[in-house]
């Protein structure tokens, strides 16, 4: 039986995108995307035609995946965004990419997703000087996200957040690095979402 590690990267393989699902992982050379760009087992190499249903479900599938949701979290958040005015598609990528546990993840306050949803859990950040457990709490516009004083001094952390010093970051997030945190500069917009997904397609799929 295959451990969480190995299914996840072998989804990666099966998408045939980086989902960042192993965080430091999928940036190196052992990354299973760049190691073999296809899908694994006897038929791997061959090409499979996706059609309809086929592609909004790999489209669904793709952003759950990367943003580390079930299918009970997504569909709530795809309610959200249906009720919210705008495009649904958008509404959805840009609420997702707002949420704590992915905050978190991409100012390099943490591994990866999973990671980081593991330390919100236990209470190692604060926002707005205010301690957060919920993974999936939206962020709005000058929120300001750090450790707690007792997190900030733990050698683990201190030594995560040096290894990621180097990493881009998104430009709707400011990094005080030698502070351990991060500040919501402004909202994210479609633009500012880098995954290659085709929104439009769940939308499609959730309307019938």
């Excluded at 309610?79 to 905050?103: C, H, P, Q, S, W």
């Excluded at 180097?166 to 909202?187: H, S, V």
Aim: net charge positive.
């Amino acid at each position: 039986m295959a451990r969480y590690g190995e299914a996840v990267c072998r989804q990666c393989r099966v998408e045939r995108t980086k989902l960042f699902l192993k965080g430091e992982k999928c940036l190196s050379e052992k990354c299973p995307v760049e190691r073999r760009a296809y899908a694994p087992g006897q038929h791997g190499r061959a090409r499979k035609r996706i059609l309809g249903y086929g592609i909004q479900l790999r489209e669904k599938q793709k952003l759950k995946r990367y943003y580390g949701m079930t299918e009970r979290q997504f569909r709530f958040f795809f309610k959200r965004a249906e009720r919210k005015k705008g495009i649904t598609g958008e509404n959805l990528l840009t609420m997702l990419e707002r949420r704590l546990d992915n905050v978190v993840y991409l100012m390099g306050l943490a591994g990866s997703r999973r990671h980081s949803r593991q330390l919100i859990s236990h209470a190692h950040f604060l926002v707005n000087d205010r301690k957060v457990t919920i993974p999936s709490f939206l962020v709005s516009e000058g929120d300001v996200i750090t450790f707690k004083p007792r997190s900030a001094q733990s050698a683990k952390m201190k030594e995560l957040v040096e290894r990621n010093r180097g990493k881009t970051i998104p430009g709707w997030i400011e990094m005080d690095w030698d502070n351990m945190k991060g500040r919501i500069a402004a909202l994210p917009t479609r633009q500012d979402i880098s995954l290659s997904v085709e929104e439009h397609f769940i939308v499609e799929l959730y309307s019938k």
